[in-house]
């Protein structure tokens, strides 16, 4: 992800921002293998597991799960429990007119 140039971060050592990457671009580019950002660090496929080791991951804000969770796919979970836990009443009201009627 390319900044502009304003907001380019700067290295504290050198003051370059061409070098520079954001640590969320790294850590995402080197799970997903982008061949541009290990070509852009000559970084060797052998350093690639002991690199994500070290860097921490981006932390995710605690959000609500409405909010995380597409909403189309919470109803459809919401739908299903409850057309499942009417499925089980619908079966146990049949087992039970079953054993009622044979008394």
Known sequence: MSLP???QIKCPSCSQSDQTI????LFFGLIEKDQKVI???SIQPDQIKSLIRKI???TL???PIWLIIPPDVLISI???IIS???LLFLEC???LMKSSHFR
Do not use: M, S, T
């Not at 954001?22 to 671009?25: A, F, G, S, V």
């Open 84 to 86: 499942y836990c009417w």
């Open 22 to 25: 954001l640590i969320e671009d």
């Open 93 to 95: 009201n049949r087992n």
């Open 5 to 7: 140039i304003q907001f």
């Open 61 to 63: 804000e605690r959000l």
């Open 78 to 80: 919401f739908v299903g």
């Open 56 to 58: 921490k991951p981006p």
């Open 39 to 41: 070509a852009r660090f």
